[in-house]
């Protein structure tokens, strides 16, 4: 199975702040990798796919990139809607996994 | 508008079954790979599983943590995805999300989750 890896699993952060989290995986996936937003008692909601494709009506501030093993998703000014928890997915081979998850707090 | 509706969640005993249903519409049904994914209290998200499109025979992809256990399958005339889960364990207790996929050039994403029905395992 592919491991995702996400760090930091957890980040303090200002309105305004740049924020990057930053998914490892354990083997090579090319760009089959999405970004998730989930807020508290929510279902998730589709950011970035294939690595660095902003999700149609996704505001511009989050980015997405790398390829490989190595990627990140950057939020370049952070907004007090922005306060929730990221998960990435690998979409590359079966089983799907998604990384363990990145809660962003004031 | 794309809906999901989920069902069928309850508290159940450990070794008992359930069968979750999820009510799709606003799309075609049977154009789309359909997942479910479930979270257990307070942690991140699980795929359970997968059913392809009807081009792809509905055919079906699990993880080995309930490969054997969990069932996916769908009724075309009521747009209805099912998850059927026998030999329930305490870990399997958890929100299910039923998904939609859709088809881009990179594979398959979901774009459309349902609110989620909570299933707990317990004695």
């Not at chain 1, 970035?48 to 997405?64: D, E, K, M, N």
Request: aromatic letters at 12%; charged letters at 20%; proline letters at 4%.
């Amino acid at each position: 199975d592919i491991e995702l890896t996400l760090s930091p699993s957890f980040l303090s952060a200002s309105v305004g702040d740049r924020v990057i989290i930053t998914c490892r995986a354990s083997q090579y996936i090319g760009r089959s990798l999405g970004w998730y937003q989930q807020k508290p008692g929510k279902a998730p909601n589709l950011l970035i796919y294939a690595a660095s494709t902003l999700q149609s009506g996704v505001p511009s501030r989050f980015s997405g990139s790398g390829s490989g093993t190595e990627f990140t998703l950057t939020i370049s000014s952070l907004q007090p809607e922005d306060f929730a928890t990221y998960y990435c997915q690998q979409i590359k081979s079966y089983p799907l996994t998604f990384g363990g998850g990145t809660k962003v707090e004031i | 508008e794309v809906k999901l509706v989920e069902s069928g969640g309850d508290l159940v005993q450990p070794g008992g079954s359930l069968r979750l249903s999820c009510a799709a519409s606003g799309f075609t049904f049977s154009d789309h790979y359909m997942d479910w994914v479930r979270q257990a209290p307070g942690k991140g998200l699980e795929w359970v599983g997968r059913s392809r499109d009807k081009v792809n025979g509905y055919s079906t992809e699990y993880p080995a943590s309930v490969r054997g256990r969990f069932t996916i399958s769908r009724d075309e005339s009521k747009n209805s995805l099912y998850l059927q889960m026998d030999s329930l364990k305490t870990e399997d207790t958890a929100v299910y999300y039923c998904a939609r996929n859709w088809k881009d050039s990179s594979g398959y994403w979901v774009d459309y989750w349902g609110q989620g029905t909570l299933v707990t395992v317990s004695s």
